[in-house]
C-alpha cells in the first residue's frame, strides 16, 4: 500500500475558480511535505513545501497542514488553463534515508 | 552544466544487455535520487545517496545497482536489462537529506524490448 494517498482525479475546475488537491500520509514521523507539478513529458517542479501545521501561502497557492489528522492540501486559487497538470504530493520517509516518498499525483484540468 | 542532467534522454534496449544510465549534478548537493515513473504507480524510489561514498535501497531496487564515488555522479545500472525495466527514469538532488528542495533531472525514457 502506498504510503502517500491521493486522488488520482481527474479534477476539472472552470476558469478563475479554486482547485483543492488532497494527500493523506502514513508516516506520523513525517517532518517535510512538499507539492510537485508535472507537466505530461516533463520533470517534477517544486510548487511548496510546507513544515509546520497551518497554512502558508505563496501568490496563487495555499498549502494546509494538518499532522493530527496526516493531511496535506494544496489550494490553487484563479485557477487557469495553464494550471493543468498533474499534481504531486511528497512527504519525506525515515526508512529511506529521508527521500522523498511520492503519491501517485492528482490530474487536474482547468477549463477556460 | 546547470543544475542536473541525464543522459541519454532515451534508450531502446534489447532485454538481457546492460545499461547504465547517467546523471550529473552541479550544485554540490549531498543527496541523490534514483525514481521510476511508470502510468498508474507514480514516483518509486529505486535507490538513494545521501553523500558520497553511501547508498541505500529504495521501495524498488531489485534489478538495479548505484555507486556514488563522487558528489557530483551518480549512476544507475541495469546489470540485465528485462522488458519491466521499460519506465521513464529520472535523477533528483537535494542539499541535505528530505528537507529541501529536489531537483529533477530531465528523464530518461527506457524501453527495454
Known amino acids: 500500500q502506498k504510503e502517500v494517498e491521493q486522488n488520482s482525479g481527474p479534477l476539472s475546475v472552470p476558469e478563475g475558480a479554486i482547485a483543492s488537491l488532497n494527500c493523506t500520509y502514513s508516516?506520523?514521523?513525517?517532518?517535510?511535505f512538499f507539492w510537485y507539478r508535472q507537466y505530461s513529458g516533463k520533470s517534477p517542479e517544486l510548487i511548496m513545501f510546507?513544515?509546520?501545521?497551518g497554512d502558508k501561502e505563496d501568490g496563487r497557492f495555499t498549502a494546509q497542514l494538518n499532522k493530527a489528522s496526516q493531511y496535506v492540501s494544496l489550494l490553487i486559487r484563479d485557477s487557469q488553463p495553464s494550471d493543468s497538470a498533474t499534481y504531486l504530493c511528497?512527504?519525506?520517509?525515515?526508512?529511506?534515508?529521508?527521500?522523498?516518498?511520492f503519491g501517485k499525483g492528482t490530474s487536474l484540468l482547468v477549463t477556460p | 552544466i546547470a543544475g542536473i542532467t541525464q543522459a541519454p534522454t532515451s534508450q531502446i534496449l534489447a532485454a538481457g544487455r546492460r545499461m547504465t544510465l547517467r546523471c550529473t549534478q552541479d550544485m554540490r548537493h549531498n543527496a541523490m535520487y534514483w525514481y521510476r515513473q511508470d502510468l498508474g504507480l507514480g514516483l518509486r524510489l529505486i535507490h538513494y545517496?545521501?553523500?558520497?561514498?553511501?547508498?541505500g535501497k529504495g521501495e524498488v531496487p531489485d534489478g538495479y545497482s548505484v555507486s556514488r564515488a563522487n558528489t557530483d555522479d551518480f549512476p544507475l545500472t541495469l546489470a540485465s536489462a528485462v522488458p519491466s525495466q521499460t519506465s521513464v527514469y529520472f535523477c533528483?538532488?537535494?542539499?541535505?537529506?528530505?528537507?529541501?528542495?529536489?531537483?529533477f533531472g530531465q528523464g530518461t525514457r527506457l524501453t527495454v524490448v
Open positions: 533528483a538532488s537535494t542539499a541535505s537529506p528530505g528537507n529541501t528542495e529536489a531537483f
Open positions: 510546507i513544515y509546520s501545521n
Open positions: 511528497a512527504v519525506n520517509r525515515r526508512d529511506s534515508g529521508y527521500a522523498l516518498n
Open positions: 508516516d506520523r514521523g513525517s517532518q517535510s
Open positions: 545517496s545521501n553523500t558520497a561514498g553511501t547508498t
